[in-house]
């Protein structure tokens, strides 16, 4: 049976209240993860640990947050800034991103502003659906 | 582990649940401080039992290869004052365990009643992302912990002996 999407975030804004110690109306879709929640790279883990539970699911963390092998990798990351083949790559790990606005200026740094709440009820909705 | 601040393991399922037990005692000189008059185990300290105990859960799981250290305590609540003379018993279990990290759940009781819930992370450090590289020497994992699993095993040897 198909998952709506209003469920799955339901169920996601859960999960961070607990995992991260943020009030529920702060967990809104279009909130960061680091920027607006204050996550933390062990954070992403227990959202994953978190998230596999809840939906009965696994979770690859790279297929989820693919961020941290992308910039460890010298070819797809350049002067700190992604690479064209960086682009690629982070867009067929993360067909369930929108990067339009971020390929016009692929300053790394800026890469973690792309994992919002809502990044994760898309990728929990491909995968559940 | 540095410093042992459990005093033995009364149960052992590898990779999956442990028990421990920590005796409190007036001659922990902590105590004297925390507070004059009222000589109360503090919090934290329960939690250094807790995160001992599934620490070791989660090292023993993965053969002590990996050098585990205490990433984040995701949730503690407590419900009592603990009190010298008292006896913890610590239950932990590993609720998930992948390559770099595992998450552990866990209970403090006294006398079957509830002293405190605590929910771990732990991070295996040689796999993390920011690619640090620490010693070769597992410095976690020293030679003193050992005898701790030592006699749970040789208990356990006794009662299957009887």
Redesign the interface.
């Known amino acids: 049976m198909a998952v709506s999407r209003e469920e799955i975030l339901e169920q996601v804004q859960e999960v961070l209240v607990?995992?991260l110690g943020v009030d529920d109306d702060e967990a809104t879709p279009d909130a960061t993860l680091m920027g607006d929640l204050g996550a933390e790279?062990?954070?992403f883990?227990?959202i994953v640990?978190r998230l596999?539970?809840q939906f009965n699911i696994k979770i690859p963390?790279e297929e989820l947050f693919p961020a941290?092998t992308l910039m460890?990798n010298q070819e797809l990351v350049k002067d700190g800034k992604l690479t064209d083949k960086g682009l690629d790559e982070l867009k067929t790990r993360m067909p369930h991103i929108d990067i339009s606005e971020f390929e016009k200026d692929p300053d790394i740094n800026k890469l973690a502003d792309l994992f919002t709440v809502d990044v994760i009820v898309s990728y929990l909705e491909s995968k559940l659906n | 582990m540095r410093w042992i601040w459990i005093d033995k393991f009364v149960e052992f399922e590898s990779g999956s649940r442990a028990v421990a037990v920590k005796n409190v005692t007036l001659a922990e000189e902590h105590l004297h401080d925390h507070f004059p008059g009222f000589p109360m185990m503090p919090e934290c300290l329960q939690i250094e039992a807790m995160a001992q105990t599934a620490g070791i859960l989660v090292g023993e799981a993965k053969k002590f290869r990996e050098k585990v250290i205490l990433?984040?305590i995701?949730?503690s609540a407590f419900f009592d004052f603990v009190r010298p003379g008292d006896t913890l018993r610590l239950e932990a279990k590993i609720?998930?365990i992948?390559d770099?990290?595992a998450?552990t759940s866990g209970t403090i009781t006294r006398d079957g009643q509830m002293i405190a819930e605590i929910t771990l992370?732990f991070?295996h450090i040689d796999r993390?992302?920011?690619?640090k590289v620490f010693p070769e020497e597992n410095f976690v994992f020293t030679g003193m912990f050992e005898s701790l699993l030592h006699a749970v095993q040789n208990d356990k040897e006794k009662a299957g002996q009887s």
């Open positions: 607990d995992a790279s062990i954070d883990l227990d640990f596999e539970k963390r941290e460890n | 990433a984040k995701s949730k609720d998930s992948t770099e990290a998450s992370m991070s993390n992302i920011g690619g």
